[in-house]
């Protein structure tokens, strides 16, 4: 089982330690782990400036030494994503290291999504139609290896705003998804929605049908933990549900390069 979207310590909203989530990881059945942290480069966020390329790497070395034997441990970034930080997001980029890189967009027009008041002043078909825009920008950068929780505002959209219908954007996420299958790049289930108030992963089937409809192929799947409870939750049911979809593999990465595992091995 692959879980591709851990946070540690190196992200400003979490307290579990890399040595703590590996010793889950090997608990709960994971065998490959992705450890991405946020990078932010919005002045506002609380991650702005946290994160320590070097303490992260060493904490990296340290944890493959003490469970290298029983875990794949890799080198993982989340990297927050919008047009306004675009020259940001590249420099860093490039000078640093990782295996796998997930890029997200978390911040609107004026402030971060994951606030209620966000939507205050906005309807939803506002809030999901400035946000795909910047997921369609973030892929056309060719930035990053996969595009995290596609249709977030979901999660935090309060229930005033309206129900969440994917059809409703199916011709901004038919476009997203043309893309993503032009620059063959992935985009992530996050398991997160499940055990949160979507109560469905991010994104779920409707929109992982539309995406293998069109011809799509390339995904992967992460647990977005923050505590060792929840690391692998939600895996194998969301793996369950693209196979179910038509999807048959999930990507790993090594140094960037992409790898195909086939479903049907890991369940």
Known sequence: MFDYHVHTTQSADCATPILASCAAAIEHGVTEIAFTDHIEHEPADMSFGF????????????????FGDQ?????????????RI????EAFLAAHQFDFVIGSVH?????????????DTRSLDEVFFAYYED????IETGFFDTIGHIDLPKRYAPRAAGAYD?????SEL???????IRHEMSFEINTSGIRQAPKTSMPGPQVVSLYTRLGGSLITIGSDSHVVETIGAGIRQSLRMVELCGIDSVSTFRHRERFQTPIATLL
Do not use: C, Q, W
């Open 51 to 66: 994160f320590d390329y070097d303490t992260y790497m060493a904490d990296l070395r340290h944890a493959r030494e003490r």
């Open 107 to 119: 911040y609107g027009v004026d402030r971060e999504i994951i606030f209620p008041e966000y939507f």
């Open 86 to 89: 675009a020259p940001e997001v």
């Open 135 to 138: 997921i369609r920008a973030a």
């Open 166 to 170: 994917p059809l409703r954007y199916e």
């Open 174 to 180: 038919t476009s997203i998804f043309k893309l993503l």
């Open 71 to 83: 875990l794949v441990i890799l080198a993982g970034a989340e990297v927050d994503f919008n047009r």
